[in-house]
């Protein structure tokens, strides 16, 4: 009788989404912040590699494709030509901020030079990014839409095609 009534009030009430039940905050305007599609991207500003301050807000008119990597990650290794190709191919329509937890500064400048690499790439020292985002592991790439709401996340390596796929979507539903 416990189990059918308590069945009967999660039928009649529904169940929240993940953005609701563990929002990072929620704005003025009741809309939600949390690592989660469809809810708003949490803050990021962080130093890329030249001691500048790269902010996720700054970036509001365009796509941002957020990947999490480290040195030592070798599915990182095998993506990083498709987030080049990417950061070329939609050159200011999308931004391609890679995000280093906890390595030290030379280490990823090292990757950047082995990888030819010129998209920002940030350092998150004190693993603010990993809390804020749930970081599992690495990599983990999260598709930002203009305005900031999440559209999509790969947790493992994603190839070129599945982030055009995603993007060229954006860009479509932008248009209409």
């Not at 009534?5 to 039940?21: F, K, N, R, Y």
Request: with cysteine.
């Amino acid at each position: 009788m416990c189990a059918a009534t308590a069945l009967a009030l999660v039928i009649a009430a529904g169940l929240p989404g993940l953005a609701e039940s563990d929002p990072l905050f929620v704005l003025d305007d009741g809309r939600i912040v949390a690592p989660v599609i469809g809810a708003l991207a949490p803050p990021l500003r962080l130093t890329n590699l030249d001691g500048e301050r790269v902010d996720l807000a700054a970036y509001a008119d365009r796509a941002v494709v957020l990947n999490s990597w480290a040195t030592w990650c070798v599915p990182c290794q095998a993506e990083m030509p498709a987030l080049q190709a990417l950061s070329e191919r939609y050159a200011g329509r999308v931004v391609v901020v890679g995000i280093n937890a906890g390595e030290p500064r030379d280490a990823v400048t090292t990757w950047r030079d082995r990888f030819n690499l010129t998209f920002d790439l940030v350092l998150d020292p004190d693993g603010v990014a990993a809390r804020d985002y749930r970081l599992r592991g690495q990599p983990t790439t999260f598709i930002v839409a203009p305005g900031g709401r999440i559209e999509a996340i790969y947790f493992g390596p994603v190839d070129l095609a599945e982030l055009e796929r995603v993007l060229d979507r954006i860009a479509a539903e932008a248009v209409r």
